[in-house]
């Protein structure tokens, strides 16, 4: 069965500054999605940033990027020029295949990093 | 920006009661989830639902849960007798085809006393 694995409950950032949040995950599949969500205390989950395992490019979005290494199942997180409103719970998550294969799959999620930014 | 929306935001209800919790997906997608996230904990997996049926199911999706579409836009899950372990904030999910992100509604708090 497929698992994701935070190993950092908490980190802690000074505005401004860059941290990596640490994602490894297990599967047999070749080709799957990787996704980080945030959980500010409001609890809405919120799409990050996404990644399709057969790309090799790296996904980007403004202040939010991945370091993906598919040999390694590592998947982490960088938040550059952090800011105070990046203060929320972080959860990585892989999307299985699903019972039917294709695009029938479901989330498994790990269970969370909480950044911390100090002003 | 389209959204999924959950109804009620915060629901308390007594042990052994029914509850419903309520969800409208974004229109045009076509696969729908339900997930849970007890306090403090990550969030589970519940139930997938696409073409009007269910899709697949974890093991805490028993015979006391049940998901429907009554009308081509909202997509409930019922919880028949609640107990107190049930308590935590649920989550609606919609997806369109392909890679697309899944975009959660701001999710259900179910207070079970």
């Known amino acids: 069965a497929q698992t994701v694995t935070q190993s950092q409950p908490e980190m802690s950032v000074q505005e401004a500054e860059t941290v990596t949040l640490s994602c490894t995950y297990d599967?047999?599949?070749?080709?799957?999605?990787l996704f980080w969500y945030k959980q500010p205390p409001s609890r809405q989950m919120i799409l990050v940033i996404r990644q399709e395992a057969y790309k090799q490019q790296n996904a980007t979005e403004n202040r939010f990027s991945v370091n993906f290494q598919k040999a390694a199942k590592s998947f982490s997180l960088k938040i550059s020029d952090s800011q105070l409103g990046d203060a929320a719970m972080y959860f990585c998550?892989?999307?299985?295949?699903?019972?039917?294969?294709?695009?029938?799959?479901?989330?498994?999620f790990g269970k969370g990093t909480k950044l911390s930014v100090k002003p | 920006e389209p959204e999924v929306t959950q109804t009620p935001s915060h629901q308390v209800t007594q042990m052994g009661q029914e509850v419903i919790l309520r969800c409208v997906p974004i229109s045009n997608h076509l696969y729908f989830y339900w997930y849970r996230q007890i306090l403090g904990q990550k969030v589970e997996f519940l139930v997938s639902?696409?073409?009007?049926?269910?899709?697949?199911k974890s093991e805490i999706f028993d015979d006391q849960f049940s998901v429907e579409r009554p009308d081509g836009s909202n997509f409930t899950l019922k919880i028949r007798s609640t107990k107190l372990e049930d308590s935590a904030m649920y989550f609606c999910a919609s997806r369109a085809t392909g890679g697309g992100g899944y975009t959660f509604g701001s999710g259900t708090r179910l207070t079970v006393v």
């Open positions: 599967t047999s599949e070749s080709d799957y999605y």
């Open positions: 639902f696409y073409n009007n049926e269910i899709s697949e």
């Open positions: 998550a892989y999307r299985t295949p699903g019972v039917y294969g294709g695009s029938q799959g479901n989330l498994i």
